[in-house]
């Protein structure tokens, strides 16, 4: 059957070729179709988040996307494709750059290699994850152009890197999925600016959950208005992508790239990290810069690499570290985090706390800490207590109300493209035609609006809020913890308040095939440390395993 599938995108291919060349005007490659279908059979979802509305965006079209690259990538073959594929799939940056230098093929070979993937499952109705939502027309150029140069570089030089679409590119539109910022054009955004100067391959933009999920409470994971409905691809439309850094992960999962970056509020990271199993780490807030892009919380957000091992998780994020003038948490880069994957820590010098309700409740967390016990690790169980986040949704609706504005204000380039100024520009614009520019409501935008918590209230709850996230983490400091031990993004939101970094990586499988992960939360400013446990616990248990279906 997959032989058959194979032949069959050859075909499509040779014909869409065909009638590019017959009708150069009017060119197609892919074809809008009937959701209908896939939408019914959503409504029995037992997850009322992805009981969908609709799978297709209804204002993007997809040969505009990928049109630009076509002809270029229809004169890879299929036989240069199965002759790289075990030398790309799921291998790390290092032996990437190995097979490049002895020539077994350039960065322009990796990048067609990654783009016929992305058309293989892309253009495909039945096969389409609708992660990828933007190419970078220039991106083969540009791989080129590094193929010639013979210097000692940085190890993210040449690797072809997705962006999620709140993330600013000087080449592609930035949307956050909202229609509002459809054409959004800006600059670069600081950390894109740290890619390009080491050499990394911008390839793309990649589907978010729209306005980094804090537009609806009810809207399912990997949505927006633009991109349409992202799909998990250990099972499409049977597990949650996780948001809102969805197609971070999808895209990473499939293989449509080394790498990408994704951002985090509060588990945006972490949960689709852990929904796809990848690894994922939401960095100390300051770690990296968040200059050029959309916002949700200057108090809380930050963006983090999103990868299939540990040892890409630290070249990345090492690629992206640099000291922002303009971004009032920005720090100077912490040391040993390119050389963490190289120093795996020795397990029978960690110390791990363990949550006890998570033990009893979760069979493949107890198993997974029974192996790190076995392993030398000195496990420490502990009662986690319920400390409330009182504030929290206040905190994110005063910040988005100060930092949208700001935005727009500093990083859009054509005030007449986008319309609004302000939430309550977005909430009056997205009333206008609610049914395509937001099918699930606004409640949370409505939220931002009615909100009337005074400066003095606001400033109390975040102290309140970073105290309690600290407080519910006092045992890292009572017992000498190097990290605690938790599960995807449950405890998300008190590494957010705290500003404390956590490391998710892939732990198993759940009897259906659902991805799930251990998630260490470490210290802040320790992610060299957690990074080097990380690469530890990685060795020990190797149990990411690439989704059935995007093997071919």
């Known amino acids: 059957m997959r032989n058959l599938i194979c032949f069959l995108f050859l075909v499509v291919l040779a014909s869409c070729k065909q009638k ?42 997809k040969n505009e996307v990928f049109l630009p690259l076509y002809d270029e990538v229809s004169q890879f073959t299929e036989a240069q494709y199965q002759k790289m594929k075990p030398l790309v799939l799921e291998q790390d940056i290092p032996t990437l750059q190995t097979h490049i230098d002895h020539g077994t093929f350039t960065y322009e070979d990796l990048t067609l290699f990654y783009l016929y993937r992305i058309y293989k499952y892309e253009l495909p109705n039945n096969t389409t994850l609708n ?25 993210i030089y040449g690797m072809p890197i997705l962006l999620k679409d709140n993330i600013g590119t000087a080449e592609m539109k930035t949307t956050a999925g909202a229609i509002a910022l459809k054409d959004n054009q800006t600059d670069d955004a600081f950390i894109v600016e740290r890619l390009k100067e080491k050499g990394a391959l911008i390839l793309g933009k990649v589907n978010l959950s729209e306005w980094a999920n804090f537009i609806c409470g009810a809207c399912p994971n990997g949505q927006s208005a633009v991109g349409g409905q992202t799909l998990n691809p250990y099972g499409r439309r049977i597990f949650d992508t996780g948001g809102s850094s969805a197609g971070s992960g999808t895209s990473t999962a499939a293989n449509y790239a080394v790498a990408a970056v994704g951002t985090e509020t509060s588990g945006s990271i972490l949960s689709p990290s852990s929904q796809n199993s990848v690894v994922g780490l939401k960095p100390t807030i300051g770690l990296l810069s968040r200059t050029g892009i959309v916002p949700i919380s200057s108090t809380l957000d930050t963006p983090g690499p999103m990868t299939k091992n540990v040892t890409d998780n630290a070249i990345l994020l090492d690629a992206m ?31 791990l706390g363990v949550m006890k309700n998570l033990m009893e409740r979760d069979s493949i967390y107890a198993a997974n800490i029974e192996a790190l016990r076995r392993a030398g690790a000195q496990i420490v169980k502990f009662e986690a207590e319920n400390i409330p986040l009182e504030g929290f949704t206040t905190l994110l609706n005063l910040d988005m109300r100060e930092d949208l504005p700001a935005y727009i ?30 099918p699930y409501g606004q409640e949370r935008f409505d939220g931002i609006l009615s909100d009337s918590t005074t400066a003095e209230q606001f400033e109390k ?92």
Not at 510 to 521: A, N, R, V
């Open 461 to 552: 709850i975040k102290q309140n809020l970073k105290e309690s996230g600290r407080a519910f983490f006092n045992i890292m400091e009572e017992k000498n913890l190097d990290a605690v031990l938790s599960i995807n993004n449950y405890h998300a939101g008190y590494a957010a308040v705290a500003e404390y970094p956590a490391l998710t990586i892939p732990m198993g499988y759940k009897t259906d095939g659902e991805p799930e992960s251990l998630t260490f939360i470490g210290k802040p400013f320790t992610e060299a440390h957690l990074l080097r446990i990380g690469k530890a616990f990685e060795q020990l248990n190797r149990a990411r395993k690439m989704p059935e279906a995007y093997q071919e």
């Open 409 to 438: 204000k500093a990083e859009v380039k054509h005030k007449d493209a986008v319309k609004v100024e302000s939430v309550e520009d977005v909430v009056a614009f997205n009333q206008q035609d609610s049914l395509v520019r937001i």
């Open 321 to 351: 570290l640099g000291k922002d003038e303009a971004d009032y948490k920005s720090v100077s880069s912490e040391p040993g985090i390119l050389s963490a994957w190289m120093n795996p820590e020795t397990l029978k010098e960690i110390r």
């Open 20 to 61: 590019n060349v017959e009708s150069r005007g009017k060119k197609t490659v892919w074809t809008s179709y009937n959701d209908s279908a896939e939408v019914a059979a959503s409504a029995n979802n037992k997850s009322e988040r992805m009981r969908y509305k609709f799978i297709q965006s209804k204002v993007l079209d």
């Open 131 to 155: 992660t990828v939502i933007a190419l970078n027309p220039n991106v083969l150029e540009e791989a080129r152009q590094l193929d010639e140069s013979k210097e000692i570089h940085h190890l």
